[in-house]
């Protein structure tokens, strides 16, 4: 689930000339063992802009992608809702590619483009035909530098997004439940825990310079990850990239907020009414290990394990067995995956279910799924996971254009400092062993760990 997509030449050609790079950091031969095996390349340039080149010339198009480390969990106190308000900013024209120009760029090309913002980033990406790359690279460096912020785009995307959050979330039926809600119940780090979507007063009270200001720190190249997947021509791309990223100024960015939540040491259960729904709903949520720790891998496992499919714990107790409800949702990251944030984190399951049932059923299913995997958890049952995990990260990589690559290696970059961790993945995940998992249960998956949210139905008035 993404929190939000947002939709909404000149072309020239230049000699070719190799610059010199602050920083090369080059990893095409992965230690992934067999399995994937993805290209990359990885510096960066002086200003501080992350590059990653990853060639794939199976098909004539080609991915950019520019992440911004500025994501919701991140922005500052109060100014709830300016990450997401930026994302529809930088389209709203620069100083030599007014408004609308963009979308024309990619569109009458056959391309496409699109932005979102999630917890720890905020990103633009475009699909465009091979031939395309020096024109797009170009129209990304111009916003990157000399976006056109001015009061009549500011007031018109106020009101873009606060009648996005009434259509998403307070006019619509489970709007909010549970991707948006849980956060701010299961965490108590106000990063963690506000309205990412934003008060809808700190948007009415931004004003041109709060947006100034907030460009020039976040929207910078040390701020950010550039990302080119698909058929191009290294050297080329170096070139353009250098000739219209490399003069762009560093800006001196704040320090990054502390993240961290307390080991949570009690259950916490929470109700909130919904006046648009019928039935119940409810979600379940755990905090998770730290990132790309053997326990974090292990996670992913047994999410695999517990709401992947039809044979999965949940579905069966819950559905099969039980008929408490039709479907089951869960997962790490609902606004993303398990690989594209940085900083805590919650595992989480959700469903709707028949009013007649008690909450507490549902809940003892969970109890009950729980203690079987990690009575039941063998290398088998691992390695049947570990077939979903694949099948889920092959398609991610290999789908939807280059997209789902493009995201894993900016994340990675902009994280880690270290892209080439895609392929390295499948490793990790091969270290996961029955007694790994049975630790992870009993660390995290304990009911002191986690936060329970149901929706309820308003009660009608009695006349």
């Known amino acids: 689930m993404k929190f939000s997509l947002r939709h909404g030449l000149r072309k020239a050609f230049y000699a070719l000339c190799l610059v010199p790079l602050t920083t090369m950091a080059n990893d095409p031969v992965p230690k992934a063992g067999k399995g994937m095996t993805i290209p990359v390349e990885y510096y960066k340039l002086a200003n501080g802009l992350k590059v990653v080149l990853s060639q794939d010339k199976h098909a004539p198009i080609v991915t950019v992608a520019v992440y911004y480390n500025i994501g919701f969990r991140i922005e500052p106190k109060n100014r709830t809702g300016f990450a997401h308000l930026f994302e529809h900013m930088m389209f709203q024209g620069s100083k030599n590619f007014p408004k609308g120009e963009f979308d024309k760029l990619t569109e009458r090309n056959g391309g496409f483009n699109n932005g979102s913002t999630r917890f720890d980033f905020t990103n633009y990406f475009e699909v465009m035909p091979s031939h395309m790359l020096e024109p797009i690279l170009w129209a990304e460096a111009d916003r990157m530098k000399a976006l056109d912020l001015n009061q009549a785009a500011l007031t018109n995307q106020q009101g873009v997004v606060k009648n996005e959050v009434k259509v998403n979330v307070l006019n619509r039926p489970y709007g909010g439940f549970p991707w948006l809600d849980m956060p701010q119940y299961a965490n108590e780090n106000w990063y963690n825990a506000h309205n990412f979507y934003g008060d809808l007063k700190d948007l009415d009270s931004a004003n041109l310079e ?32 250098d000739k219209y990223f490399s003069a762009i100024p560093a800006s001196q960015l704040p320090a990054k907020p502390d993240l961290t939540e307390p080991v949570q040491q009690k259950e916490k259960r929470f109700s909130k009414e919904d006046p648009l729904i019928s039935k119940p709903a409810i979600a379940i949520a755990y905090k998770m290990p730290e990132r790309n720790t053997p326990q974090y891998y292990a996670m992913g496992m047994i999410s695999e394990l517990l709401v992947e499919g039809k044979d999965s714990k949940l579905f069966q107790h819950l559905v099969q067995e039980k008929g408490y409800t039709s479907n089951i949702n869960g997962g790490i990251n609902y606004l993303g995956n398990m690989f594209n944030y940085n900083g805590p984190m919650l595992w989480m399951m959700d469903c709707i279910y028949d009013g007649t049932v008690n909450a507490d059923s549902i809940i003892a299913k969970v109890d009950q799924s729980l203690a079987e995997l990690e009575k039941e958890v063998t290398q088998e049952s691992i390695n049947l996971a570990m077939v979903k995990m694949r099948s889920s990260l092959y398609d991610n990589l290999g789908g939807f254009y280059g997209i789902g690559l493009a995201d894993l290696l900016a994340c990675f970059a902009l994280f880690d400092d270290n892209p080439s961790r895609v392929n390295q993945l499948e490793a990790a995940f091969q270290q996961v062993t029955p007694e790994l998992v049975r630790s992870t249960i009993r660390d995290y998956l304990r009911p002191t760990n986690r936060t329970i949210l149901i929706s309820q139905p308003a009660k009608k008035e009695t006349k």
């Open 210 to 241: 709060d947006v100034k200001s907030f460009f020039s720190t976040y929207y910078s190249p040390n701020n950010a990850a550039l990302v080119i997947v698909g058929d191009f021509e290294i050297a080329n791309a170096k070139a353009w990239i």
